[in-house]
């Protein structure tokens, strides 16, 4: 079959759309791929900082594999893993905090010293000192005997300890993770941090889409159908038309849909 100069001139001007789409979507790849391990560089790099007193802010990575990152060795992370692989879960985000008291609870307090009679005759008397100190968050209380030394001490939470975890995203795609306490003795360490954003990445089979194309005009009805293939901002169509009358024959191209702002 000898092509004509028009139809040349189509599957030229399709195999450059299509060559076009291939390359936009390799070169956004890449550029994506460079963001990400420049962002994770900083984020391996990068310590906890207090912001403001109580709000702590530390960069966090951002990969795939996000159970590599945790600490097999602790019992409890290991039974989060089983508990996951149990439930068939994911694992989306993980952080992980270290909390020390900035400083020792510690004070002189007033104290009540009182004699308490031996149980027999013969016994000797005892001497129990009493104390009590409210720290805010801890409340202190306690009391030593004499012959023979002995000593009590209870420490009772008031208030508890709240904090809150909070992960987001700035406009150069870097992570950050966030962490408010209640606290003000407590000082909070970001030891780990990280994210999995691709664990909704759809698979092969959910890029794929049909289209259905109907026309009519005075010369008859067109209709015509199309497979496509979803890649990164682009869809990229095979289409087949055929028209109601006999003086147009069935026509065969590619369709290539371009969405610029998606991200």
């Known amino acids: 079959m000898k092509l004509t100069i028009s139809q040349i001139g189509c599957i030229v001007l399709a195999a450059l759309m299509l060559a076009g789409a ?21 984020a391996e790099k990068d310590q906890t900082i207090e912001v403001k007193s109580g709000l702590y802010e530390k960069a966090t990575l951002e990969t795939k594999n996000l159970r590599d990152l ?34 020792d609870y510690q004070a002189l307090v007033a104290a009540t010293q009182t004699v308490i009679p031996g ?18 968050p801890i409340l202190v209380r306690g009391y030593t005997l004499s012959e023979p030394p002995e000593a009590f001490v209870s420490l009772h939470q008031q ?13 150069n795609k870097l992570w950050h993770s966030y962490v408010t306490s209640s606290d003000d003795n ?3 360490d970001i030891t780990l941090s990280g994210v999995n954003p691709y664990f909704n990445d759809p ?37 087949a038309y055929d028209s109601s009358s006999n003086l147009v024959a069935p026509l065969y191209g590619l369709g290539l849909q371009w969405r610029p702002f998606k991200k």
Request: aromatic share 8%.
């Open 186 to 188: 407590s000082e909070v």
């Open 119 to 136: 149980t027999l005759p013969t016994d000797p008397s005892r001497i129990k000192v009493e104390f009590e100190k409210d720290f805010g």
């Open 203 to 239: 698979s092969w089979y959910e890029r794929l889409s049909g289209t259905v194309t109907i026309a009519a005009g005075s010369a008859g009805f067109l209709g015509g159908i199309g497979v496509g293939v979803d890649i990164s901002q682009f869809t990229i169509s095979a289409m």
């Open 22 to 42: 291939v390359y936009v979507m390799l070169e956004k790849r890449s550029y994506d791929n460079q963001i990400t391990a420049m962002n994770n560089a900083i």
């Open 70 to 103: 945790l600490d097999g060795k602790d019992t409890q992370i290991a039974d989060l893993k089983k508990e996951l692989d149990k439930k068939d879960q994911e694992l989306i985000a993980a952080t992980n905090l270290v909390i020390k008291w900035r400083a």
């Open 159 to 171: 208030r508890p300890l709240k904090l809150t975890l909070a992960l987001s995203q700035d406009s």
